[in-house]
């Protein structure tokens, strides 16, 4: 997606070979405008897939999360996350460990709003080890539902999260992957280098 | 803002005489139509008051925020909440008791999202006690901006958060406002009895 690779050259600041900070429009500051767009391309995305409701994870994957819901008319539920869960009845848990924070989180969702004959389609703000997803997978599955695929708005490429879901047959639109942060530099998968004839 | 009071009817659940839940469509599920509507209502009632960023607290406060930016064509900027942070440079922060979880949290903002010329519109999902907004607007006064109003999407009338913002010269647009919650029933403030003749 073009606009949102226009805006992570401009607007991301790459702090290591692995930390991309795009808080400027996507994970504190949003830009509505960029959200509605990137809300529309997963609609375009998934609209064959048959989805009947939106997941996401909190805080960052609401904004896109609720502007695909609208687009393709479902509704979205977004996952809570916590250090630890005081015993809850009608809660649908699964834990995720966070590489970047160094803790394991529950994340839970309220299990009336999973149904077995759901079509999940999860979305989230990053890709990158795959551990969100991955805990975002397991509750759909423990709920009986189905995930009909998994809307990424930006995919670390270099880390291999999104090679291992693919590999399980799940369908993963990434809307910008990056191949490299090395040197300072945004690098997308995308950009071939010309071959020279 | 009818089709709100409606929803609340139809789909709230009365626990108590002080608590409503509505994570069917507000804060759990959300229902991605009702957010438009409600954003497009923020947008309006704040048309003329010269907003140049919102501001919302995660998570719930994240999609009615979204869709007010996007209809007032300005972006959004969301406080993190924390138990602790650890000191970081470059943060506003502000503490904000919960009385339904009763813990102190730390809020915050980093401040390069709001500057000194800026109106800043604060929306959130639930007022009773004001806790949070007022933590908010503590961010905005610390950033040397100015409150340009605070948008609520349910407003517990019956508790004093409100009523002390409003003294204090903020406006403050409460999409629903509920009256009472009592013998599990929600009556809202404009439900004037009818007065017979």
């Given at each position: 997606m073009k606009a949102l690779q226009n805006k992570i050259l401009t607007d991301?600041?790459?702090?290591?070979?692995t930390v991309l900070k795009v808080d400027t429009f996507l994970n504190h500051q949003m830009d509505p405008v960029l959200m509605k767009e990137i809300g529309e391309e997963f609609a375009s995305r998934f609209e064959d897939a048959g989805i009947t409701k939106i997941l996401t994870i909190e805080s960052s994957g609401i904004a896109p999360a609720i502007m695909t819901a609208l687009k393709l008319n479902v509704e979205m539920v977004f996952a809570r996350k916590r250090k630890s869960l005081t015993l809850q009845d009608g809660l649908i848990t699964s834990k995720v460990y966070s590489f970047t924070k160094k803790e394991e989180n529950e994340i839970s969702v309220a299990d009336k709003f999973i149904q077995e004959d759901d079509v999940i389609l999860i979305i989230d703000d990053f890709l990158a080890n795959g551990q969100a997803a991955f805990g975002l997978m397991d509750i759909v599955q423990k709920a009986g539902a189905k995930v009909g695929g998994i809307g990424i708005v930006?995919?670390?490429?270099?880390?291999d999260g999104g090679k291992q879901i693919r590999q399980s047959g799940v369908k993963v639109e990434s809307l910008a992957r990056i191949q490299s942060l090395s040197n300072g530099k945004v690098t997308f998968v995308e950009d071939k280098p010309t071959v020279e004839v």
């Open positions: 991301g600041i790459v702090l290591s070979d930006i995919e670390k490429a270099f880390q």
